[in-house]
């Protein structure tokens, strides 16, 4: 997990270097990036790179390009520690879009735990001056469609292969970044940035598998939590490489957010 965390966070750090790109420049790199993983692996292990429930796995190649988008604009706007901790907002989302899709049941104590975080938010944004109000906006709804994904990958559950799943979302990120590049085209890469572009797709990538072998360790319950390290890293990252400052009660706020969803998950896991 913390090998995960450590590799997207080095993507969210290209990410923001990388900000004089536009977002649709940076999707499409992102995804042509991971292709190079994900294809060669369905092909070695014989899998249909179709899959088995394609509306589904379009819905979700959809919603994922989405959520990365306007996760990329808000970083335009955001300092890049504030914009991860609030895209950390999907599993809220994610909970309230299964009450009503998928008739998922959540507790009290659990809605207490979602008030926190969203307190949390709101402190952040009230005591952050440099928090941009269209930056918070970008985020909140790249949230929005992050949850989207938890739902629908939990309806598509082991029907379809991991690898299929991202496989879609990276083909649909890379034709929709590609086309929509095209028309937003802000800088071509020069030198050393065409590496760098393309390695947003491969820490996505080790983030993503490094992350999925540690869910599969069967001990998740006591190393779900190191996945929020990543917000840690990327805020401290930024104040070094980026000259990000962070005010005592952004901090307070960003500290309410991951407490509120790491009691989530715990409460869940039990």
């Known amino acids: 997990m913390l090998m995960s965390t450590v590799s997207f966070t080095v993507m969210n750090l290209l990410v923001k270097y990388l900000v004089g790109f536009s977002a649709y420049q940076l999707v499409f790199f992102r995804s042509i990036g991971t292709l190079f993983f994900t294809m060669p692996f369905l092909i070695h292990h014989k ?8 509306k589904l796995l379009v819905l979700r190649g959809l919603a994922g390009v989405t959520s990365m988008g306007l996760f990329f604009m ?32 959540v507790k009290n104590i659990q809605w207490l735990f979602f008030l926190l975080a969203f307190t949390g938010v709101l402190i952040i944004k009230g005591f952050d001056t440099e928090i941009s109000s269209f930056g918070l ?25 991991p690898v299929v799943i991202v496989n879609y979302f990276m083909w ?32 996505g990538y080790f983030g993503q598998l490094f992350m999925t072998k ?27 490489l980026f000259g990000d400052k962070y005010p005592l009660l952004s901090v ?3 500290l309410m957010v991951i407490t509120g969803l790491i009691l989530n998950m715990f409460y869940k896991s039990k």
């Open 252 to 254: 307070l706020g960003t």
């Open 47 to 54: 899998i249909s790179i179709l899959g088995n429930q394609k």
């Open 214 to 240: 540690a869910f599969q360790s069967q001990v998740t319950n006591k190393v779900v939590s190191l996945k929020y390290m990543e917000v840690i890293f990327t805020m401290i990252a930024g104040i070094f």
């Open 137 to 161: 906006l970008l985020i909140v709804f790249s949230a929005l469609f992050s949850g989207f994904v938890y739902v629908l990958i939990n309806k598509i559950g082991l029907r379809d292969h």
């Open 74 to 105: 808000s970083v335009e706007y955001l300092k890049i520690g504030s914009a991860v901790s609030l895209r950390y907002l999907s599993p809220i989302f994610a909970t309230i879009l299964a009450v009503i899709f998928l008739r998922e049941k």
């Open 172 to 203: 649909i990120a890379t034709v929709l970044g590609g086309v929509l590049s095209v028309f937003n085209w802000k800088k071509t890469p020069e030198g050393m940035e065409w590496a760098l572009l393309l390695s947003l797709g491969i820490f």
